[in-house]
């Protein structure tokens, strides 16, 4: 049974930084990824990287300030946030796929960690 699970979240001030993990069991997936949803808000991508370590992003707004990593022998992803932002507030899930394609489209899904910024 495959199984993502998150850890990392809670609340930071907004300059602050956090590390989000995500462990998968019950398959291997070569890619791994994030997702957040505000409230309100649509789900929208954050980044996903593959097995070899390619790495995509998705908002601008994270670019420079978030960074996707894995470690394959534990079968677990990263996001490192830094210099958080009020507006980064969300529910971060993890996504896992056999593809980037996939990690964006048809994932299977984590339950979700909350990450709250507060200015």
């Known amino acids: 049974q495959v199984r993502l699970v998150e850890s990392g979240g809670g609340l930071v001030q907004a300059g602050g930084s956090l590390r989000l993990s995500c462990a998968a069991s019950?398959?291997?997936?070569?890619?791994m990824g994030w997702f957040r949803q505000a409230p309100g808000k649509e789900r929208e991508f954050v980044a996903a990287?593959?097995?070899?370590?390619?790495?995509?992003y998705g908002q601008d707004s994270v670019k420079g300030r978030f960074t996707i990593s894995r470690d394959n022998a534990k079968n677990t992803a990263y996001l490192q946030m830094n210099s958080l932002k009020p507006e980064d507030t969300a529910v971060y899930y993890c996504?896992?796929?056999?593809?980037?394609?996939?990690?964006?489209?048809?994932?299977?899904w984590g339950q979700g960690t909350q990450v709250t910024v507060s200015s």
């Open positions: 996504a896992a796929g056999r593809s980037l394609a996939v990690v964006r489209t048809s994932p299977y």
């Open positions: 019950g398959s291997l997936f070569n890619a």
């Open positions: 990287i593959t097995w070899s370590g390619t790495s995509t």
